[in-house]
């Protein structure tokens, strides 16, 4: 089973600063990683899936990048709707499809 | 537009059963592959159940293996876990989720929409 294992668990930033969350797999997944976005009380929303694609209605100020077993989601310039719990996803061997636990992005 | 609405969950005492049901929407059914994904509370998602769009594969993940059972109607655009022997450990939130196959590499697939979820309590 592949290990995803997400930094910060916490991350504070001020509206309008840039976000960097990051995600280590346990083995290489090649691209085959994706982020979510999920807000109290919501579904997770798809944010970015091959690594660095982003999914249909998406702002362009989410960004992700790397491959391997390195990865980056960057927010460049936080807007009050982007304060939530960002997980990373391997898709890459499965079963099991494995998360990351979890970056809490909160207001500074 | 996508919609997934999943419901039947609740609150069961320890080793008993439960079913949910995932109604789908806005998308074909038949031809979408299919999860169950959960979270307990405060916790982070753990990915629990896969189902082809054929329903000829079927995947668990270890700790629901001999216990809960996928299943889907295509005729009802529905989806279904079926818990059996439910324990404390399984008390969470349950998302279906739709599965859409990358675009480079065939044969594998992400999460693209997710419903709200339903609340299964496990407890005496």
């Known amino acids: 089973e592949i290990v995803m294992t997400q930094s910060p668990a916490t991350l504070s930033v001020s509206p309008g600063e840039r976000a960097t969350l990051s995600c280590r797999a346990s083995?290489?997944?090649?691209?085959?990683l994706a982020w979510y976005q999920q807000k109290p009380g919501q579904a997770p929303r798809l944010l970015i899936y091959?690594?660095?694609t982003r999914a249909t209605g998406i702002p362009a100020r989410f960004s992700g990048s790397g491959s391997g077993t390195e990865f980056t989601l960057t927010i460049s310039s936080l807007q009050s709707e982007d304060f939530a719990v960002y997980y990373c996803?391997?898709?890459?061997?499965?079963?099991?499809?494995?998360f990351g636990q979890g970056t809490k992005l909160e207001i500074k | 537009q996508v919609q997934l609405v999943e419901s039947g969950g609740g609150l069961v005492k320890p080793g008993g059963s439960l079913r949910l049901s995932c109604a789908a929407s806005?998308?074909?059914?038949?031809?979408?592959?299919m999860s169950w994904i959960r979270q307990a509370p405060g916790k982070g998602l753990e990915w629990v159940s896969y189902i082809s769009h054929s329903g000829r594969t079927i995947l668990y993940t270890d700790s629901v293996k001999g216990r809960f059972t996928i299943s889907r109607d295509s005729a009802k655009n529905s989806l279904f876990l079926q818990m059996n022997s439910l324990r404390a450990e399984d008390t969470a939130t349950y998302y279906c989720?739709?599965?859409?196959?990358?675009?480079?590499?065939?044969?594998?697939?992400?999460?693209?929409?997710w419903g709200r979820g339903t609340l299964v309590t496990v407890s005496s």
């Open positions: 806005g998308f074909t059914f038949s031809d979408s592959y």
């Open positions: 996803q391997q898709y890459h061997n499965w079963p099991p499809y494995t």
């Open positions: 083995q290489s997944v090649s691209s085959n």
């Open positions: 091959g690594a660095s």
């Open positions: 989720a739709r599965m859409v196959e990358d675009t480079v590499v065939a044969g594998l697939f992400y999460f693209d929409y």
